[in-house]
């Protein structure tokens, strides 16, 4: 993210550098490559209605639909269309639809639809949808950012998908990997690893009608965090051990008082056997009443509605893995076994 980062701040330098001043309109201007075109060495004082430019133009700005196969370089705005092979650079600000195979780069402010196949840089604000495959970079950001990598320096209002995404601050959501934000404000990361500056990280000791004990760590927020989770148990005299994932809440009632709701899906391992291509899935929904008794340490019990798939046999029947207290529905097929119950679920909370 840093590379990204730097490589955007040089760019951007660089269209600054650019002279903005007025320019006289056009209706068309036609070059091979700068400064080999209709309007000559004097293109940078035209802005074009339609521009065309075969491999590469430098113009005032584009007022309506701007080509070109390799670049489209415009020291002045661009309102309409622009669609190009490699790069567009704007060293004003960008309205419409902008289309490149490589990179859009604009010094000002974009709003409208940026589409680049490695990159959309923007020095100020953009606003509307911007998808590209490696990177969207922008001061701040109204709209959509689709990317592999989403970078918002300060505000974010909108939303942000991708592998790793960068929000200082703001209102909206993060889908992907990695996120990152600031606690203090409306921006709700939803991820494996949600990195929140003053964010909600805790442990936690459970246990449950199945298992002994279970370790879980949660990162993120209180309103949506990440759990990893690891537990042990035991049946017909044989360890069980279980590996889970997944994503909590917790919603203030007043004073200490809070509702914990939990959705985990653990992996269920028998007898020591890891990676043996056996389905053992445990899938619960916990929903606990959460009382803070200090600011760190809190004490959590509810009931907890569990299903169990698995499709492991042992002399073509069913194994049993787990002891179930009770069902409330159990259905067995050719290849699959499920059944649901509900349970309880207690623990201890101890955040950082």
């Known amino acids: 993210m840093k590379t990204i980062k730097g490589i955007s701040i040089l760019f951007l330098a660089v269209l600054a550098s650019f002279n903005t001043n007025a320019q006289e309109k056009k ?15 004097n293109s940078v004082d035209y802005k074009n209605n339609f521009s065309f430019n075969i491999i590469g133009g430098l113009n005032g700005g584009v007022n309506g639909f701007e080509f070109g196969s390799v670049a489209n370089i415009n020291e002045g705005d661009v309102n309409g269309c622009q669609i190009s092979g490699v790069c567009n650079v704007t060293s ?34 953009s606003t509307g949808v911007e998808i590209s495959g490696v990177a969207n970079v922008s001061d701040s950001h109204k709209g959509l950012q689709l990317s592999t990598i989403n970078l918002v320096k300060n505000n974010l209002y909108g939303s942000q998908i991708g592998v790793v995404n960068y929000a200082k601050k703001g209102k909206g959501i993060q889908i992907g990997v990695v996120n990152v934000c600031d606690a203090d404000d409306d921006v709700i990361p939803i991820g494996l690893f949600n990195v929140v500056k003053n964010g909600y990280y805790a442990f936690e000791v459970s246990t449950n009608e199945l298992f002994i004990t279970s370790l879980s760590y949660k990162m993120g927020k209180e309103k949506f965090h990440t759990i990893f989770r690891a537990g042990i148990g035991e049946h017909n005299d044989k360890s069980v051990f279980s590996t889970g994932l997944g994503f909590g809440s917790i919603i203030p009632i007043k004073d200490n008082h809070k509702l914990n709701m939990e959705l985990i ?27 803070q008794v200090t600011k760190h340490l809190g004490i959590k019990v509810g009931p907890s509605f569990k299903t169990f798939v698995t499709n492991q046999k042992e002399n073509g029947e069913f194994a049993s893995v787990i002891k179930m207290p009770h069902t409330l529905f159990e259905h067995s097929g050719s290849k699959y076994r499920v059944a649901g119950w509900i349970g309880f679920n207690a623990g201890m909370v101890f955040s950082l």
């Open 27 to 41: 209706t068309v201007q036609v070059s091979f490559i700068y400064p080999v075109g209709t309007a000559g060495t």
């Open 92 to 125: 004003g600000n960008n309205r419409g639809g902008i289309i490149s195979g490589v990179c859009n780069m604009a010094s000002g402010d974009s709003k409208g639809l940026l589409v680049s196949g490695v990159a959309n840089l923007t020095k100020g604000q």
């Open 265 to 291: 899906c653990d992996a269920l391992h028998y007898n020591w056997k890891w990676g043996d291509n056996k389905m053992n899935l445990l899938n619960q929904f916990n929903l606990n009443y959460q009382y």
